[in-house]
T-cell receptor, first 115, second 112 residues
Framework: GAVVSQHPSRVICKSGTSVKIECRSL??????MFWYRQFPKQSLMLMAT?????????EQGVEKDKFLINHASLTLSTLTVTSAHPEDSSFYIC???????????FGSGTRLTVV | DQQVKQNSPSLSVQEGRISILNCDYT??????FLWYKKYPAEGPTFLIS?????DKNEDGRFTVFLNKSAKHLSLHIVPSQPGDSAVYFC???????????FGKGTSLLVTP
């Protein structure tokens, strides 16, 4: 089946630094990638939707200058958390939709801790 | 504004019995519904889905029921197994391929 590889699985960074999270679709072309964030005991909240080759669409309340999303190819999308602060500590998950498909395949998630 | 609601944060069921997880939604534009299973620090794993043209979909031990008039869906797991213990998320989208809206999840514990 479809697989999305997400790296790193966990990262600890210092406040003020930037962190890049990668999601790769391994055996299919992902025309659309969704980025979610999950706080403890909360649901997965959509942060942004990106389509290959175009700018991401951010949900209300999500700072596009802080959470940079790049979807330059059909198999790779990245989320960069810039100038990270402790309140950005969360579980970030990507989800890819296959070109012409109906399913959503999730990555394994990235636990970000900002100290 | 939570458009998908799972009002039971937890559920405990004995092994072999039926587990019923419930989900309500408020957006009448939702026409595609999915259930995911999730372990801590892992991404969700797809279980089963249903489109609004159906009222039931079955896959092995898992059956999803959709009641459009009540804006309610449920996931039945029978028989429940200890390996089913996890958090179950209900999700919905307005159109297939659009972003999913998730509920807060229900933590299922299946005891031997």
């Amino acid at each position: 089946g479809a697989v999305v590889s997400q790296h790193p699985s966990r990262v600890i960074c210092k406040s003020g630094t930037s962190v890049k999270i990668e999601c790769r679709s391994l055996d299919f072309q992902a025309t659309t990638m969704f980025w979610y964030r999950q706080f403890p005991k909360q649901s997965l909240m959509l942060m942004a939707t990106s389509n290959e080759g175009s700018k991401a669409t951010y949900e209300q309340g999500v700072e596009k200058d802080k959470f940079l999303i790049n979807h330059a190819s059909l198999t790779l999308s990245t989320l960069t958390v810039t100038s990270a602060h402790p309140e950005d500590s969360s579980f970030y998950i990507c989800s890819a939709r296959e070109q012409g498909g109906y399913g959503y395949t999730f990555g394994s998630g990235t636990r970000l801790t900002v100290v | 504004d939570q458009q998908v609601k799972q009002n039971s944060p937890s559920l405990s069921v004995q092994e072999g019995r039926i587990s019923i997880l419930n989900c309500d939604y408020t957006n009448s534009m939702f026409d595609y519904f999915l259930w995911y299973k999730k372990y801590p620090a892992e991404g969700p794993t797809f279980l089963i889905s249903i489109s609004s043209i159906k009222d039931k979909n079955e896959d092995g031990r898992f059956t999803v029921f959709l009641n459009k008039s009540a804006k309610h869906l449920s996931l039945h797991i029978v028989p429940s197994q200890p390996g089913d213990s996890a958090v179950y998320f209900c999700a919905a989208s307005a159109h297939s391929g659009y972003a999913l809206n998730f509920g807060k999840g229900t933590s299922l514990l299946v005891t031997p």
